[in-house]
């Protein structure tokens, strides 16, 4: 099954790396900010909150060369 997450902020990264990191589904991120984008395939959370981002960036860390894109 693939799933698409349209905007990948506080609400649609994690859900998109839960999925990712849960079930062998293929999840397609999408979101405007192309910078977002760049960090997120660099496996960097661009999300503002230390304790957040350290937690996000360990899941990202393992899961994001599944998550199939983020485009914008």
Request: net charge positive.
């Amino acid at each position: 099954m693939k799933i698409s997450v349209l905007g990948l902020g506080y609400v649609g990264l994690p859900l998109a790396a839960a999925i990712t990191k849960l079930t062998n589904h293929n999840v397609l991120g999408y979101d405007i900010d192309s910078t977002k984008v760049s960090r997120i395939k660099q496996g960097i959370s661009p999300i503002d909150d230390e304790q957040c981002s350290i937690k996000l960036a360990e899941i990202l860390y393992g899961v994001v060369k599944k998550i199939v894109g983020a485009q914008f």
